[in-house]
């Protein structure tokens, strides 16, 4: 299923398994430093500084699939007109985008979640 998901994305696809393997990696060692305080706390905390920047790299690999997609598909038009090349394009332009979001909003939700429980478990004490 994963595969699918990097192949619909064209050539951006590697990237974006590359970095949402890593985002999910990082929040996953997260969650459980959250469950298992003080053992892998610190850590942990020093790499989900990385989250945020990756999440932007998702939204701008996403981006950049949109781009490579219309630029396959527009090349339908280029010597003679081949629909399928050109609905391929696109359909590749939109599903990139949406797997670039996806990871984002999933990323950075995550992060404001994890940073809420800390500030509330901060006031607390």
Do not use: H
């Amino acid at each position: 299923m994963i595969r699918d998901v990097l192949v619909k994305c064209g050539s951006i696809g590697w990237p974006l398994g590359i970095v949402s393997i890593a985002v999910y990696g990082l929040l996953l060692g997260k969650f459980i430093a959250t469950l298992l305080p003080g053992r892998f706390e610190k850590r942990v905390y020093d790499y989900t500084a990385l989250v945020e920047p990756l999440a932007g790299i998702a939204v701008s690999l996403g981006l950049l699939g949109t781009v490579s997609g219309f630029i396959s598909a527009f090349r339908a038009w280029t010597t003679k007109f081949e629909p399928m090349v050109l609905i391929s394009g696109i359909y590749e332009a939109f599903y990139t985008t949406m797997v670039g979001l996806i990871l984002s909003i999933t990323a950075m939700a995550s992060i404001y979640a994890f940073n809420a429980c800390a500030r509330k478990a901060g006031e607390g004490q």
